[in-house]
C-alpha cells in the first residue's frame, strides 16, 4: 500500500510481469498495480516454448498500446443523482478524485451513481466525467466527456435501454471490491439476488400475465442469468479449492480493471 501511494504521488505506474514457480504472495504484490493503474501479467512455471510467444506479445502490447500519465478523473452529476462509489484500478484520497499514475486504451473505471432526489422528464440527467492527464509527449491536457440521459416513469422503457455488457462489467467490479469485505457465499448470494431482483421487477412491472412458472426475460436482458452465473462460477470469485492463492488474486486483479 505505502509503496503504491508513494508511486502514485510521483506519477510511476506499475507493471508487473510474474514467472513464479511457487507462491510469491500475488495478493499483496498486485496492490501496487491496483494503485498505480498498471497491469499483472502471470506465467507459473514459464517454459519458453509453450509461454514465449503469450509473453513476448503481451511485453509488445504493453508497451504500444495508447497511454496517459499522472491522471486525476473526477465525475460531476446534476441535481437529483450523485456519484457514491467507484471501483477499479486507482487510488483515492479523498471521495471524489480517482489518482492514476498511468491509465491506458484496455482499462475501464466503474462509477457507481445514486438516485436521491426527485427527477423529471423534462430536465433528464446530465454526467460529466473529467480527466485531467499527462500525454506521452508531455503535454498536459485535459478530456471531458459529458452524457446525457433521458429519465422515464415507465419501466419497460427502462429496460428497454439496458446496455447488458456495461452492467456484468460494473457488477463483475463490484464484486471483486465486496470480497475484499465479505466472504465468496455471501458475494456469490448478493450476485443472485440482484439477478434474481431485476428480472422479478421486469415480469411484475412490464410484462403481460402468465403462468407462475414461466420465465420471462427482457429483449436486452436475456443473457443476465448467463453471465450472473458465469460471474459466480469464475476463478476471481468462486476460487474453487484447485485454485491457489496466487491464482486467484491474479484473476480478481485482472476483473477489476478490465
Known sequence: NDLGQECVGVGCSVDLFLFNNAYIDVATLSQVCRLTGGQVYKYTYFQS?????????????????????????RVRTSTGVRPTDFFGSFYMANTT???????????????????DDKL?????????????????SGQRRLRISNLSLNTCYNMGELYRNCDLDTIVNFLAKQSISKLMETSP???????????????????????????????I??????????????????????????????????????????
Open 49 to 73: 516454448d509453450l509461454d514465449g510467444a503469450r509473453f513476448i506479445s503481451d511485453l509488445t502490447h504493453n508497451v504500444s498500446r495508447n497511454v496517459v500519465f499522472d491522471s486525476i478523473m
Open 120 to 136: 423529471t422528464e423534462e430536465d433528464g440527467v446530465y454526467i460529466q466525467a473529467a480527466l485531467l492527464y499527462t500525454s506521452v
Open 97 to 115: 478524485d480517482m489518482e492514476l499514475a498511468a491509465l491506458n486504451s484496455d482499462m475501464s473505471l466503474a462509477c457507481e451513481i445514486k438516485h
Open 185 to 215: 457465499k455471501q458475494v456469490k448470494e448478493t450476485l443472485m439476488s440482484q439477478c434474481a431482483t431485476i428480472l422479478a421487477c421486469y415480469r411484475k412491472n412490464c410484462a403481460s400475465p402468465s403462468s407462475a412458472g414461466q420465465l
Open 217 to 258: 426475460l427482457p429483449e436486452c436482458m436475456k443473457l443476465l442469468p448467463l453471465y450472473t452465473n458465469c460471474l459466480i462460477k469464475s476463478d476471481a470469485i468462486a476460487g474453487g479449492s484447485d485454485l491457489g492463492c496466487d491464482d486467484r488474486a491474479y484473476h480478481m486483479s485482472c476483473v477489476s480493471s478490465m
